[in-house]
C-alpha cells in the first residue's frame, strides 16, 4: 500500500517540473494518487513521461497555469523570483515548498538511504536503486538521472526502503533524517552558494547531524574532504561511522580494482571475509562508488554476498559515461562531468578503457561562476585527452561574468600541451568531430549543459 500523500501535497504544482530533481518527486506523487501539474521551459520526453502518470504539464511559464485549488507550489533554487507563476501563488496565498522539503516528506515512515558528496551522487543513488531491486526488495527511488534500465529517474516502490540522491549545492540536503547517509568527497564547488570548504564542512556536517540516532555515516577513507569529515563528526552521540576505500583501515577495504574493458572487477575485504563482483561501468571512480553502495545496504542490514551479485546488474545512467553508438568505426560516449575532479576520473577511465584508440573531447562548460573559479583545472583535466573541442560557457541559471569565457579553459589547456579547437557555433560540432575523428577512436561529449545533444548529431555526420 503507498504511503499517504501529505495534504499539502494532494495537489502540487511544481515550476520546472522537468527538472531532474523536480520530476523525479512529481513522478513519485502522481504514483501515489496526486493529482500532479507543472510547468516547464520546453517540452521533453520528460514532460512526457509526467503526462502518462497522469500529470498535467504546461509548456512555458504563466500565471495562468496555476490553478486556483492548488495545495502548493514546488520549487527549486533555480527558480527566480518574478517567476509569473510564483507571484500568482503569492496573491493566491498558495504555499510554496521547496523540492527537498518535498522529498523529505516522500521519505516519512520509510528507511532511508541519502547519498551526498560532491561527485558521484547520481551513480552511487542508481547503483542501490537497481541492486535493491533486483533483491525483490522494490525500493522508492529519487535520482538525479534517468537509470539505463528501466529508463527513469524516480518510482514508488512497493517496499520500505527510499533511496535518494542528497543534493549539497543549495543547502538543501539539510533537511533530510536518512537511518544511513553517504559522503563520496567533500570538495568546494558551486561557488555562488560556498565561498570556503569551511562552509563546505560545515554544511556537511549539518547533513551529518541530521542522520537518525543510531544511524550510520558511510563516508570514503581515501577522499581528502571526506576523511576530514569523518574526523570532524566522529564525536556526535550515537553514530556509527563506516569507512570504504582502498585505505588499509578501511572498514569496508577495496582490496584489487581490476579494469576489464568497459566493465571492472572489484575485490573487497569485508568482516574479514574477501568478496568480489562486478561493476558494469568503467573506472576506478564508478568502482569505488559501487563500493559505497555496498557499504550502505550492508549498513541498513542488507546481506553482502547478495548485495554484491545485485550491484553488478547495474549497467548505468544516461549521461554517466553513457555509450551513444558507433559510426565509421567511432563509438561516441556522453559524460556529466563539469568538475575538473570529475572530469579527471571519466577521461582516466576511458584511456583505461580505449586500449590505445585515440580519445577526442567536445567539452562544454557548464556555469560562469565555476569557469572563473576551476577554469585552469578544467583545462588541465582535458591534457588526458589527445585532442579537445571547447565550446562557449552554459550559463544554466547564471548571468554572464565580465570576463569569464571558454578562454580561460582554453589557455590552461593549451598550456599544458593539450591541443584544443574553440568552436562558439555549437551545430558546426559534428562537421568538426567529423573532420577530425579516424575509425578506432573513442569521441567523448562532456558538459552538464547541452552539449549532450550532439552525440547523436555527430554519429550521424560520421554515418555519411
Do not use: W
Not at 8 to 28: L, N, Q, W
Not at 339 to 351: F, K, N, S, V
Amino acid at each position: 500500500m503507498a504511503p499517504a500523500v501529505p495534504s499539502a501535497m494532494e495537489r502540487p504544482h511544481f515550476i520546472g517540473i522537468g527538472g531532474a530533481g523536480m520530476s523525479g518527486i512529481a513522478k513519485i506523487l502522481a504514483q501515489r494518487g496526486a493529482k500532479v501539474a507543472g510547468s516547464d521551459a520546453k517540452e521533453s520526453a520528460t514532460a512526457e513521461s509526467l503526462r502518462a502518470l497522469g500529470a498535467t504539464v504546461h509548456i512555458g511559464h504563466a500565471a495562468a497555469h496555476l490553478a486556483d485549488d492548488a495545495s502548493c507550489v514546488v520549487v527549486s533554487s533555480a527558480i527566480r523570483a518574478d517567476n509569473p507563476e510564483l507571484v500568482r501563488a503569492a496573491e493566491l496565498s498558495v504555499p510554496v515548498v521547496h523540492r527537498s522539503d518535498a522529498l523529505a516528506s516522500l521519505m516519512t515512515g520509510l528507511r532511508s538511504i541519502a547519498v551526498a558528496g560532491t561527485h558521484g551522487k547520481t551513480t552511487t543513488t542508481s547503483m542501490l536503486a537497481v541492486a535493491l531491486t533486483h533483491l525483490g526488495l522494490d525500493p522508492s527511488y529519487a535520482i538525479g538521472g534517468d537509470l539505463e534500465g528501466p529508463g527513469t529517474n524516480a518510482r514508488h516502490g512497493e517496499g520500505d526502503i527510499f533511496v535518494a540522491e542528497a543534493d549539497e549545492s543549495d543547502r538543501s540536503f539539510h533537511t533530510y533524517d536518512p537511518d544511513v547517509a553517504i559522503v563520496l568527497n567533500a570538495e568546494l564547488d558551486h561557488h555562488a552558494n560556498y565561498a570556503s570548504m569551511d562552509e563546505i564542512f560545515a554544511s556537511f556536517e549539518t547533513f551529518v547531524g541530521k542522520i537518525v540516532p543510531g544511524g550510520t555515516l558511510v563516508v570514503c577513507a581515501d577522499q581528502p574532504g571526506a576523511v576530514e569529515l569523518a574526523r570532524r563528526v566522529r564525536g556526535l552521540p550515537s553514530l556509527q561511522v563506516v569507512t570504504y576505500g582502498e585505505h588499509e583501515d578501511a572498514d569496508v577495504r577495496v582490496h584489487r580494482i581490476t579494469p576489464r574493458g568497459l566493465t571492472s572487477e572489484v575485490t573487497v575485504l569485508l568482516d574479514g571475509r574477501f568478496l568480489t563482483f562486478t561493476v558494469s561501468v568503467p573506472g576506478r571512480h564508478y568502482a569505488l562508488n559501487a563500493v559505497a553502495a555496498l557499504a550502505a545496504g550492508v549498513a541498513l542490514g542488507i546481506p553482502a554476498h547478495n548485495l554484491a551479485s545485485a550491484i553488478g546488474s547495474y549497467t548505468g545512467v544516461k549521461r554517466r559515461l553513457q555509450l551513444k553508438g558507433e559510426a565509421a568505426g567511432v563509438q561516441v560516449i556522453d559524460s556529466y562531468a563539469h568538475h575538473p575532479t570529475e572530469m579527471t576520473a571519466d577521461l582516466e577511465a576511458m584511456r583505461s578503457a580505449a586500449d590505445g584508440s585515440r580519445l577526442l573531447v567536445v567539452f562544454q562548460p557548464h556555469l560562469f561562476s565555476r569557469t572563473q573559479e576551476l577554469g585552469k583545472e578544467m583545462g588541465r583535466a582535458l591534457a588526458l585527452a589527445d585532442a579537445s573541442v571547447v565550446l562557449d560557457i552554459y550559463p544554466a541559471r547564471e548571468d554572464p561574468i565580465p570576463g569569464v569565457t571558454s578562454e580561460l579553459i582554453i589557455d590552461a589547456a593549451t598550456a599544458a600541451g593539450a591541443r584544443v579547437t574553440a568552436v562558439h557555433d555549437k551545430e558546426s560540432v559534428p562537421d568538426v568531430v567529423a573532420g577530425m575523428a579516424k575509425p578506432g577512436d573513442l569521441v567523448l561529449t562532456m558538459g552538464a549543459g547541452d552539449v549532450t545533444d550532439l552525440g547523436p548529431a555527430v554519429l550521424a555526420r560520421l554515418a555519411e
